[in-house]
């Protein structure tokens, strides 16, 4: 049960604008983690949010304790993301016109545990459902088991995502660059997709 000082706000398009800021620092400090490692900049993150500015499918689930944001979802339909994340889809013959992607969820540590993470697909998935798309997907990194970053007590969040309905795709891999922490440059990271289809 999520405790009465949390509380989630769903924001759409241009509503988003006043919270870029926030969750463009929450996503930096989040993903910086194992398994993303990502070595975000700030000006990057606010350009990549603007997609969802700018987009009438788009949808932000905010988490907020008070009015401090501390968890954020994001997702849009496919058809408006970009060519990295759609082709895949395409090339496994899919029809994307039915598809919602679940872009990414991003929660501090201490506020885990509590529903929110819960809620991110909740509301993601009946945003999708009121475009008419059928099958919800997103994707994840995918890092060998004998990767030198990764913590001893790190657990997969893959039985959290099956006990929401979601479903692993290992033929269907997206591929997206970013700079790990701990390298001198960007490289090209595999992202394998997860899938629920979606009751009307």
Known sequence: MTPNYLRTQVVTGSEL???????????????????????????YERDYLKTYVESDTAICVLALDGDRVIGASTGLAMTDETEEFRQPLVEAGLDIDSVFYCAESVLLPDYRGHG????????????????????????????PENHPLKPTDYQPLDPVWKRFGYQPMPEIQ???PWKDIDQPVETDKPLMFYRKYLDR
């Not at 604008?17 to 990502?38: M, N, S």
């Open 174 to 176: 997206a591929t997206f």
């Open 116 to 143: 929110l993470y819960r809620a991110f697909f909740e509301e993601r998935e009946a945003h999708a459902r009121q475009l008419g798309k059928t099958l919800s997907v997103f994707c994840a990194v995918q890092r």
């Open 17 to 43: 604008d006043p919270w870029l800021q926030a969750v463009a620092e929450l996503r930096i400090r989040v993903f910086r983690d194992f398994p993303y490692l990502y070595d975000g900049s700030l000006q």
